[in-house]
């Protein structure tokens, strides 16, 4: 069949691939060492168990979000370098303009790739190939049909872990794993592959186009900065035709046979204006770079070439599909090219490690854990100021009742006594009311803190209190009485030492307020302690990690800047 003038334009093209490859082993190396050298300092923090195991919660917390951000932390290591063993994989392809098809089992991928390695109109043929899973690459006859079999699920090469593909002049085509594949890790390879492409074509079927998990992939290739050509695969249908009798045609067996044709011109519009409308949905500000979205049938294409039926081939969309790869090919893959290396460090930084997406490696997710554990401390701490205004007063108020129980039986023979027992039953009380209050923020609290010292009993001695007094009384003289009568009486007047009680009022007075100060003295001591070994610590482990964060953030953001062309 004549008129594959589209096709041979977009053959001829591929040998006018003006490759460009950039020099980016020092860019690499630099982002490279940032995330290193974080990744060093956050392994080698230690932190003493004994610290976590104060207090449950807060412990427990901040564990959890150390290793998460330890684990965070080696995992971009390893991540960056299966980056680098992905541009070994682009250095073996350094001089071929790199398209890559995605997208899920069954989408028509290695239909696709076939077909243009097949109908090559130069005389330049397609190298077959496929990398196995430690990355070597491997001859092969064609692109296996996977998702085109209804026995794939059981064929070895489903089983596999590889990719495969072709190289035509300039022109490397690659047919990765199918997303949703039976084997997770198939899906997974095609995931790490994808920041290789030059260029991207997505296929998704007629039978149902764009689902939504398909969107979210797509979504994840604007999001590299990937160029991305939207395929709708299929678009094709089998239906009965009359012969120029009006009766159905039949087959060789007398049935009504069925006939391969292209679905409609408004089906197809249909669909092509559903799928433009979805990616409209997730580019709602314009933010991402939007493809081209066709609809396209492979099958009908095939058949038109065999039976040389121009209608079904051109109405296939092929030609229209060509035609769309020569304008990339001719006007683009330069810049796509040159952009990919760039894109992919940049795309790097953006996705993997400042992600705005709730992903849980990502430092802002860090940042979020961090602020869970500060805002957790800041709250232990409110709870813990509260509770040392109320054991002031809790100590005040027991010293007092517990002075009061025994006040009626203290003399001053027994008050050496009787003070003792009070200060043994003090300590027991109070350490219990601190014991309790400390218990709800610190475990294990050491009991010790609480050996107070008191003052000697001997300062507080009940004794009898005694009052000089003047007494003046009638001198009764008898002699001067009869001599001078009333005017010869006469007044002494002499000083006396006189019992008006004791002192054991001021003494208990005294007694309380010593000891009030002591107890209250020793339960700040016992909180300073908390604050020293609990909080103090917990805040410096995470002001040193938000210190870190901080930083990668700003070689981040300064690496950015400089990763100019």
């Not at 121009?310 to 090919?329: A, C, G, M």
Request: aromatic share 10%; charged share 35%.
């Amino acid at each position: 069949m004549k008129n594959l003038s589209k096709l041979d334009k977009f053959y001829s093209s591929l040998d006018s691939i003006s490759v460009v490859n950039s020099n980016l082993d020092e860019k690499r190396k630099n982002l490279q060492n940032i995330i290193k050298l974080f990744n060093k300092n956050i392994q080698d923090k230690t932190f003493d168990k004994e610290l976590l195991e104060k207090n449950d919660v807060l412990g427990k917390l901040l564990e959890k979000t150390i290793n998460s951000i330890k684990l965070s932390s080696q995992n971009w290591v390893n991540n960056f370098e299966k980056l680098l063993q992905r541009e070994k994989f682009r250095s073996d392809l350094e001089n071929y303009f790199i398209v890559i098809i995605y997208g899920k089992v069954k989408a028509g991928k290695s239909s696709l790739g076939n077909f243009i390695a097949k109908h090559n109109t130069t005389e330049k043929k397609a190298i077959f190939f496929k990398y196995d899973e430690a990355g070597k690459e491997i001859p092969i006859k064609k692109l296996e049909e996977i998702d085109e079999s209804d026995e794939f699920a059981v064929r070895n090469t489903e089983c596999t872990i590889e990719i495969q593909g072709f190289k035509l002049s300039g022109l490397a085509w690659i047919d990765t794993p199918g997303l949703g594949s039976m084997v997770e890790a198939n899906g997974k390879l095609a995931k790490d592959y994808i920041q290789s492409a030059d260029y991207i074509i997505y296929p998704t079927s007629s039978n149902s186009p764009l689902q939504q998990d398909e969107i979210a992939q797509i979504k994840e290739l604007f999001e590299q900065n990937k160029t991305v050509t939207i395929c709708i695969t299929k678009s094709d249908t089998m239906e009965r035709q009359k012969d120029e009798n009006g009766k159905y045609k039949r087959d060789e067996h007398g049935k009504i046979a069925k006939f391969l044709v292209n679905k409609s011109f408004e089906n197809r519009i249909k669909q092509e204006n559903y799928v433009n409308s979805e990616i409209n949905k997730i580019n709602g500000s314009n933010k991402y770079k939007i493809g081209d979205v066709i609809s396209i049938s492979v099958h009908a294409a095939n058949k038109g070439i065999d039976i040389h039926d121009k209608e079904l081939f051109d109405n296939s969309n092929i030609p229209k599909f060509y035609e769309l790869l020569t304008e990339v090919v001719e006007k683009k893959a330069k810049a796509l090219k040159s952009n990919t290396p760039y894109n992919g460090l940049l795309s790097f930084v953006d996705n993997e490690l400042m992600s705005n997406d709730k992903k849980e490696s990502s430092i802002i997710y860090l940042e979020n854990l961090i602020k869970q554990v500060d805002n957790e401390i800041k709250k232990a701490i409110e709870s813990f100021e509260d509770v040392k205004k109320i054991t002031d007063s809790e100590i005040e108020t027991k010293i007092d009742n517990i002075v009061s129980k025994y006040y009626q039986d203290i003399n001053k023979n027994n008050s050496k006594e009787k003070f003792n027992l009070i200060d043994k039953e003090i300590k027991i009380e109070i350490l219990k009311i601190i014991q309790e209050n400390i218990k709800e923020i610190l475990k294990n609290f050491d009991a010790n803190l609480l050996s107070v010292k008191l003052n000697n009993n001997n300062e507080f001695n009940i004794q009898d209190k005694y009052e000089e007094i003047e007494i003046t009384y009638e001198d009764r003289d008898l002699i001067n009485y009869i001599t001078l009568g009333y005017l010869g009486r006469r007044y002494k007047t002499i000083t006396d030492t006189v019992k008006i009680g004791d002192n054991k009022e001021e003494i208990m007075i005294k007694f309380k307020k010593d000891r009030t100060n002591i107890f209250i003295e020793n339960a700040k001591e016992s909180y300073d302690y908390v604050m020293d070994t609990l909080f103090k610590p917990l805040m410096e482990i995470f002001y040193d990690i938000e210190k870190d964060l901080e930083g990668l953030k700003f070689e981040l953001e300064k690496y950015k800047q400089n990763l100019k062309r």
